[in-house]
């Protein structure tokens, strides 16, 4: 039974779902021996309500034309009808014996396919409501396709009528389809794909237009033009296939970008067995649809497939994997034309079904030994961070005895490669002395490697190895961090000149001299520019100190755009260049320069974001030290064009400080702190001016010493200004340093600090006298349960409640765990664990909202409450799942008694 991933399921199925967990509580007393009650009112209402959503249903499927809907939904209403039937008759039964065993078999079996009937048929009908929705988004993909022959200005005018009110419609439906998801993350990426499309649709007519224009003119810039264009088209139309992409997603995990190579194979493997029966249901059908959900089970198997060879350990199970799936895919695109003509049951057709049939279980088998030698390889995927490939070289360091496959050492060598592609882009001496750290890095690592090999490796070389790498490590990341701040501080420092550059050089009078070349530099230098801030920005992501998934995320998915669309302002500009006195190009040109400057406005926020404030108000500080000693030196040169790059760079960083000391003071509601930023900023920005008047006198007089000493004066001052801004925002973000426990002894008798208990909680030996479980790899939840116990354990619940509810839920989740896998327990107790877990989560959710209406800083209480947001969801779909698996507890018995592929194994 799959998730719901809408709040109207939701809504729906968790009342069903309390009333069958009813059914089976007393169904469970009654095997006790208990006699059952009369259940013939509560099975009439029942009854009353299956009647009304059977009408309704048959009547969605008379008024709807979707041929799909048409096909799955008839076995949906009639698995709901019958599990009707089996509650009506059980009913009957009872009341004749209440002790009835055949009576209580009926009971459970049609509460059990009422619950799953139902989300059958609540599934059927949402995705006819998606298919609804990406037939409209099609339609704007087939608009979109006829740009190419759009060649006069009538023709764009009734391309405009007739694209406008179909992508209205789409961006209302999305909107609308956006709002009702219970996954956050689908949310978000419909969110950031709509938003590009309403942005990018103004340049798009804008692109076709000048097209038109610079076409019908004969110009030299239609090359150019018709580039823009076809740019736009494909850059919308991507936007739109995501989209129809997202609608389809029904379930999101999480943990999937931090999970190892064989995590996402074991799921994919097992999304494959899930998928099987369908699609050999669909083969043996030659009347069955072209596009149902048969069809969607096959091509969903070697999606799963692919994912399965991309992750895998030996490229030649990719290659046997990834040329079966392309066989299978071409043989079922066949079939599936021929069954859309009419010919399914022609033998030509039916051979085709037969051997995909038989290809498919050769995939199957392929894809189980695969995940099968690289579980036996037991090879994890390096962290996708610095800082996560420090901790795991830390973690082969602290135990180099160990045969880790190895992961460490591979991860030390990233950090190294990591590095050196950041010194590459450093000056000297950073350059020099980064190199030299990575150099040492690999030595050591080199060093330690071929002890192992040696079987030393727990030799006391080795430890002093591992030990001299370990402070390596942790000694590179610092540097690259610092680095990288430095970059930021130095590449973000300014992101709009060389564009403005760009700009003036494109409309410099015709006839001008140099003219050409002039040009050419300023496109150059942008271009340089918009490459030089996404690598850096790219480089924070992968090296920088922030480990936010989302953050690292959107800092690469603007990054890919301000670098996708670079080259278009570019051709833009030229186009200007080559058409000085056309209107529709420079107001194209200003669409495409925007586009740029607000993503890189984005990009910025983002990467200041994924970087420590305070070390960037450092770096900004040193900065501006350096750029006074340069202004000193071109002042002894008599220097004026020195005087004024040195003493712009400092009026610039001067002015990054504010814009970061802005974003602080917004980012705060302690009233207290936003007015001393704000007074420290206001002093700063009176400072700014005078020093850049001084500056231009001094450009203009470099031999005057009194004009000097006026530029010192007001450089001291901006100087002090940034110093009180710096001060400021390090005094809101110290944390107190930890106590030296250089001396503590194990001998003494230490008194514990109240935040870190030694004893056992009295419920967790209640619960688990022999201690809480160790989860196997097998047990999903008992994994979960023992991370949540080991991170709460730390903190002492006294004075604590949401540490408190947190204990108590990893104690209910690994109760909850041998409850699934019928280690003990009944019915019962499972659905019973599964409410006490929901409700804990919502005295979580309840007390971490009331903690952050308290917390001052809004990114931080943001994301808590993004998360809070997540839980009641959670908790619902844990008690409607928890109730199903109740009612297949006795029909598959003890042994199968596990969560399998539902959901609850990734909660």
Known sequence: MPVFHTKTIESILEPVAQQVSKLVILHEEAEDGNEM??????????????????????????????????????PALRRVEESAKLLVQASQMLGSDPFSAPARKKLIEGSRGILQGTSALLLTFDESEVRKIIRICKNVLEYLAITEVVETMEDLVTFVKNLSPILTKMTKEVDNREKELTHQVHREMLQRSLAQVKTMTPVLISGVKIYITTRQQGSQAVQDAQENRDFVVH??????????????????????????????????????????????????????????????????????????????????????????????ESMLDGLSELRARGQGTTPQAQTLASAINQRLKELNAKVKDTVDRTEKASIIKPAHTVAGKVEQAQRWLHNPQINDNGLGQQASRLVVAEGRKLADTLGEPDKSNLVQLCNDTERLTNQLDDLQRKGMGNSPQARAVAQNL?????????????????????????????????????????????????????????????????????????????????????????????????????????????????????????????????????????????????????????????????TENAIKRADPASIVSSTSSIARRANRVLQVAQQEAENSEDPQFVQKVGAAADNLRSSIAPMVQNAKALATNPRDSGVASHWRNANNKLIGGVKDVRQVVEQEHNVPLPPDISQLSLEESQPMSPNRPSETDDEEEVAFPGGFPTPQENQPIMMAAHALHREVKQWSSKDNEIIAAAKRMALLMAKLSQLVRGEGGSKKELIATAKQIAESSEEVTRLAKALARECTDKRMRMNLLQVCERIPTIGTQLKILSTVKATMLGAQGRNTANCGSTPCNNR
């Open 235 to 328: 850059k919308v139309s991507n936007e739109i296939h995501e989209i129809m992409r997202v609608l389809q997603l029904t379930t999101y995990d999480e943990d999937e970008w931090d999970a190892d190579d064989l995590t996402v194979m074991k799921k994919a493997q097992s999304g494959i067995e899930g998928k099987l029966k369908q699609a050999t249901d669909w083969l043996y059908d030659p009347n069955a649809l072209v596009g149902g959900v048969g069809e969607k089970s096959i091509r969903g198997i070697l999606n799963d497939a692919r994912k399965v060879g991309e992750h895998c350990v030996h490229p030649g199970d990719r290659e046997a994997i990834n040329k079966a799936v392309g066989d299978i």
């Open 470 to 630: 370990s402070e390596k490590l942790q000694e590179l990341k610092g540097r690259i961090e610092n680095a990288l701040v430095n970059k930021v501080s130095d590449d973000f420092m300014d992101i709009t000149t060389p564009l403005k550059q760009m700009s003036d050089a494109a409309v410099v009078p015709l006839g001008t001299p140099g003219r050409e070349q002039n040009f050419a530099d300023k496109c150059s230098n942008f271009e340089n520019h918009s490459s030089k801030l996404v690598n850096t920005a790219k480089l924070v992501a992968a090296a920088g100190g922030s480990s936010n998934k989302r953050t690292i995320e959107a800092i690469n998915s603007s990054a890919n755009q301000a670098e996708a669309i670079a080259p278009q302002v570019v051709r833009a500009a030229r186009i200007v260049f080559m058409n000085p006195n056309n209107q529709a190009a420079q107001e194209h040109y200003d669409l495409l320069k925007k586009q740029w400057s607000d993503n890189m406005e984005k990009l910025r926020g983002l990467v200041d974001e994924a970087t420590d404030t305070v070390s960037f108000l450092r770096s900004a500080e040193d900065g501006i030290f350096r750029d006074t000693e340069r």
């Open 37 to 74: 009650p009369d259940l013939a009112r509560p099975v009439l209402v029942v009854k009353q309500a299956v009647d009304n959503l059977c009408k309704v249903g048959q009547e969605t499927i008379h008024h709807s034309d979707d041929q799909i809907l048409k096909q799955d939904m008839p």
